[in-house]
C-alpha cells in the first residue's frame, strides 16, 4: 500500500497585499514540506495562528495548487491525478458554515451523500448509524437554521467520516466547541480510525493537549516550516530533562513582562492578573540548578513567591523550545 500521503519539498507562495508604504511582497505559508503519513495513522499537524496549516490541507486536498514540490495522496499526484484524489478524500473544517438552512440534518447529510454516489439506502444507514454513535439522533430532524454551534460541527464531521474515505482531512475540528462536545468528538475520531486500520486522518489543530492525547504522530509547523515530527511521547521525552516549573508572584506591578527577558528562563506561559495583583508564569530551566538564579532576578523586579511547583514537560513546552515563542505569542506576530 502506498503511503497516505507523500509531500517532497512541498511550498505555496503568496502575496501580501501593500500597505501602509509597504509595497506588495511574496512569502512562503508553506516552506519546503517533507512528509510522510502511513495507512492508520491519526497524525495530527500542529502549529499556531499563520503557521501554514489550513495551506497544507488545502494543497492535500486539491483546493490549491502548490508552488513547488510535490505531493501524494494514497499515491496520487494531487495536481496531475486530482479528480482520482478526491474520489479517496474528504475534508471538514471547524469554522464551516451548515449550508442550506430548511434541510434538516438528516436531509443536508443525505444531499452530500448523493455528490458521492452512496446510494441511499446505504447513505441512510450510515448517517442515521452516526447521528447515533456522536449524540446527534434527537436532532436529526432539526432545520440547519436552528443549529447550535456544536449540532452544526458534528453534523460537517458526520459529512466527512460517512463517506468512509482513505484519507480524512479535518482543520481544526474541535474549533470553538465546549469541552464536552470537543471530547465527544475526539471519541467519535477514534471509533472511526478503529473501524478500518488502513484509514488515514490528519487533522490540525493548536489545542497542542488535544493532539498529545489523540494522535499517534504530530509535526510541529511554525512559519511554513516542520521544526519536529514524532510520536508525542518521543517529543516530549526528547525534553523530559528540563525543569519545568509554574510560579506564581505578587508584587511585580507590571514588570511581568520582563520575566520573558530572563536569561535562563523558557517562558511558556504568563498570565497577568492586575486584579489579584498576581502574575503565574510557566517556564522550562535547562537543569534544576538555574532555579536559584531565576528567583533571585524575579526578587530583584519586586516579585514575591505566592506558590511555585514543578511540572511534567508538555507538548507546549516543546513548542516553546522549537519555536522560540509560545503559541499565543506566535499568533500575535503573524496577524
Ligand atoms: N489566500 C491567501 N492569500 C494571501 N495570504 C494568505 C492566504 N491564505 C492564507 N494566507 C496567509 O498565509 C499564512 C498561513 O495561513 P494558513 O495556512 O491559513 O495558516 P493556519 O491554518 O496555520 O492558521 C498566514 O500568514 C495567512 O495570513
Ligand atoms: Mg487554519
Redesign the pocket.
Known sequence: MPPAIRTQGLTRL???APRRGVPAQEFR?VDGVDLEIQPGELFGLL?P???????LIKILCTLLFPTSGTAEVCGLDVVKDCERVRERINMVSGGEPSGYGLLTIREQLWVFSQLYGLSTAEAMSRIDRMLDQYGLAKDAGTKINRLSTGMRQKMNLIRGFMTAPSVLFLDEPTLGLDAHIARQTRDFIRAWMAEDRTRALLL?THYLAEAHELCDRVAIIHQGRIRACDTPENLVAAHRGDAVFEITLSGLDGQSEALRRDPDMKVSRLDADPAAGHTTVRFSLADDAALPGALSRMAALGGRIVNLSKHEVTLEDVFVKIAGQTIADAEKS?E
Do not use: I, Q
Open positions: 503568496y502575496r501580501k505559508a502549529g495562528n499563520g503557521a501554514g496549516k489550513t495551506t490540525t503573524s
